[in-house]
């Protein structure tokens, strides 16, 4: 059950939120488009990263404070683009499926570890792929009126590149959880509830 004073922001956990939101624009700007629709870039990787490093709920609070910016008018979405109409154009499922599969990520990053690359990796496979294509994929049939098939057919096409942003994701965080053991703790209540007793 979520207890909102577990999850209290600190000043620190607000700069990390801002500083992956930041990286994942920057993420966002090289793109590569598929059939003039659906442009291919790293900003899932952002989300990736956020989400399994930051934990839950902050990773998704990063894609959030992410896809709000973008809807307020900020050029920071996939090749430089702003404005509502992103979020209610044919790729905006992608992006509202990109805060609940970061939040579903963090949450099962934080359950099994940030040690294990394949436990860190089927977190990313659950939130951030099967999630976000759920979501998008209908939402990209619903928008540009294709079937079915048309739908799976352009999802096939970004498999193979999630799948190596997983890759990337996985050893990136148990390298940065081995260096940096807060890291691994991050998420776990008890252990950040220790912390502050014994700073207390």
Sequence with gaps: MFNAATYRATPRDLALVAVFTALTAVLAMPTI???G???I????LGFMLAASLLGYPWGGASVALYVLLIVVGLPIGAGGRGGLAVLTGPTGGFLLGGIVGA???GWLVDKWGRTN???VGLANIIGLVLIVYAIGLPWLGWR???GLFAKLTLGFQFVPGDL????ITSLVVVMVARAYPPIARRGSAAAEKAVSEKRA
């Design 33 to 35: 488009t598929i059939s």
């Design 164 to 167: 190596i942003k997983v890759v």
């Design 37 to 39: 629709i659906a442009p």
């Design 103 to 105: 939040l579903v990520t």
């Design 41 to 44: 870039t790293l900003q899932t």
């Design 117 to 119: 690359p394949f436990t």
């Design 144 to 146: 540009t009126g294709s």
